[in-house]
Nanobody, 124 residues
């Protein structure tokens, strides 16, 4: 079972930047894709971005392409989501997740347990 620790949320003005971090521990952490979902109360959970185990494959939701960047520090099994040009509609609780591949992560197949998430609030 992979354990995840999320950090880096906060309050920022529109146009600003934040970086989220997700540290994974466990026997399969280094071989798993890692990524982020977000959810606003009363709305469906939304896939945001993911990076494969090697750090080479990256996938993004259309809503964040060109603004958000996934990266991964393999030695630390930590994934980062750099969020630039933030918009008020990016406001949500962001959750880190893992899955065997980025494709599976995107369709919520083989996900691990959900953590507490980290709040991102973008003011207009």
């Amino acid at each position: 079972q992979v354990q995840l620790v999320e950090s880096g949320g906060g309050l920022v003005q529109a146009g600003g930047s934040l970086r989220l971090s997700c540290a994974a521990t466990g026997p399969t952490a280094s071989a798993s894709a890692m990524g982020w979902f977000r959810q606003v109360p009363g709305k469906e959970r939304e896939f945001v971005a993911a990076v494969g185990w090697s750090g080479l494959i990256k996938v993004y939701a259309d809503s964040v392409k060109g603004r958000f960047t996934m990266s991964r520090e393999a030695s630390a099994n930590t994934a980062f989501l750099q969020m630039n040009s933030l918009k008020p509609e990016d406001t949500a609780v962001y959750y880190c997740q893992t899955a065997p591949t980025t494709t599976q992560l995107r369709i919520e197949d083989g996900l691990g347990s959900w953590g507490q998430g980290t709040q991102v609030t973008v003011s207009s």
